[in-house]
């Protein structure tokens, strides 16, 4: 009786909290469970292979050629950079750097790409008229992005190679390898190489941290000598949960700038994104039920998951003085597909998802885990937002999380997560059009960057809006602006855009098409006084340039803004923005 009674009083409490722990299990590093409105979970442990045939069994170009589904994209809290008298890249945890295609020390500008028919790092000199500087050609590279630590910069590079079609009906497997590329550019004017490192597998992302490079690669399907490879360079640690198949290992390579010494691991789990903390990293993927092919048999014709339900899996590994160490894994029912949507705060990992709630998955909703960092163990849950909407923007910033979901208005949520186990929304604005960026400003500000609609859900072009959430009850949209004609990278990646908190000013920048033409320019967002003036320059161009993507970024340095397209740069002054002139950047 006194046993019923404990067990009634803890359930009572769990229930009290928001979180419904139905049951769980424990088995050799397995432990599985079911929090909130029934969304279940597994904590495994990752243990390091001890021969080849024990990775080969789960991870071969056979099992690349599975009918397989997995989806990943392409931050502790997101944190404004720091106030400098130049512009930094826009990062998702402060102090840890982030690679993009430019770059820039305030003396010097750094700008990857192709140019004249080749991968290309093109270095100018800042100032009322850059000047090239010179150019630093990477033959047999395509090059992504670039990293700048002091006076070494660092390219990164794919590399394609194709290692096997094997025989009809089945899918060409292709082995990617990666370039990384140390200079020194401490004489801009002649660039020296340093290092020049290649590694087995596609570019995935990187961090520079304390003087360390981590890259991130995944390489897709093995066979026995890469294996064998692999594990001389490191050890390979697999899941111990075996119901899951991967179609290949994850690389953490470790490389120390100062001495020189490199460290490699490889995990086992699937392609998807990176967030990284200042004594974690984290990879995030998304797992459809096709990848499932052994379930978990929890009764005669009971499995641990339900058959329609996308899963999302999350590897924790622990950074170390002199390397990392995969530590462990959990499962959570949902998707996650962006690497904004995790975020670590106060020994807690948060991560929010969206959720089919039908079998046609026609209508979703959303929720956010808490859970232990540490244990990786669901203490927290929250569900039931948006029923019936798709998740697009998710933003955290110290106890609160900021969610937008979108199907015919824009519900812009507002989640306190400050105690852990009973996560609360507090304030909800409803608005048309939607988000899929938010980005936290200063003063109680948010920005958002997505798409206008109309009241019926018909979406209409892009928009800029500026968010007060001051007051985390009635949070409040002070401004929008259309962004009609116009395309931006900032709709999904941080780094495009330019944070100046000094002087409180925002910088988005656009690409904007003009029949036979297209303007570079950039939204420039005044918090303080919510002056938003738009700045640009006129490129006439021929029609594949005008349907092109081309990256556009800005970057300040003292007195001017650098409104930098793929083939121009447009000078202004700043902040008075005033145009300078527009320069065109050396092609070969």
Partial sequence: MVRLLGVALITAILLGMGLTLLETTYNHGLEEGVVGDGRRYVVSDLAPASKIDEVLERISIESFLIPTRMDGAVLESATPIAATDYSRTNVQVMGIDEPDVVKTDGRFLYMAGWYGGGSQILIYTLGEEPGHVSTIRLENESI????????????????????????????????????????DVSNPWEPRELINMTFYGDYIDARLYLGRLYLFTYTYGLDKAIAEDLMER?????????????????????????????????????????????????????????????????????????????????????????????????????????????????????????????????????????????????????????????????????????????RVVDPFYVVDLGIPTNPVVLGVLKIPGFSTLLQPLWNGLVLGIGFNATEEGRVTGLKASVYDVKNPLIPRELVSVPLDTAWTEALYNINALTLDPRRGIAIVPLKKYLGMSYDVAALVVDTGSLRIETISYRVDCNTPCIYSFHWVRSVYAGDYLYLIGMDRIGVFTYPGLEKVGIITVASG
Avoid at 156 to 183: M, Q
Avoid at 306 to 331: A, C, H, M, Q, Y
């Fill in 144 to 183: 992504s992005e670039i990293l700048l630590a002091g006076d070494r910069l660092i390219s990164i590079s794919h590399l394609w190679i194709p290692v096997d079609r094997v025989e009809a009906k089945r899918l060409a497997v292709f082995s990617g390898y990666t370039s990384v590329r140390i200079f």
């Fill in 234 to 406: 490191g050890d390979i640690y697999i899941n111990v949960w075996r119901e899951i198949l991967y179609p290949g290992l994850w690389g953490i390579h470790v490389y120390s700038l100062d001495d020189g010494e490199l460290e490699e691991k490889y995990v086992e789990a699937g392609p998807g994104s990176v967030y990284m903390t200042y004594d974690s990293a984290y990879l995030v993927t998304t797992i459809y039920r096709r990848a499932m092919i052994v379930p978990l048999v929890r009764g005669e014709g009971d499995t641990m998951f339900k058959r329609d339900i996308p899963r999302t899996e999350i590897v924790k590994i622990r950074l170390l003085d002199n390397g990392v160490d995969p530590v462990g894994s959990v499962i959570l029912d949902g998707i996650v597909g962006d690497r904004l949507r995790v975020d670590e705060y106060g020994g807690y990992l948060r991560v929010a998802v969206h959720l089919p709630i039908s079998s046609s998955w026609s209508e979703w909703e959303t929720a956010i885990y808490v859970l232990d960092s540490g244990s990786l163990r669901v203490v927290g849950y929250i569900g039931g937002l948006g029923k019936g909407e798709m998740l697009y923007g998710v933003r955290f910033l110290g106890r609160y999380a900021y969610l937008v979901t979108f």
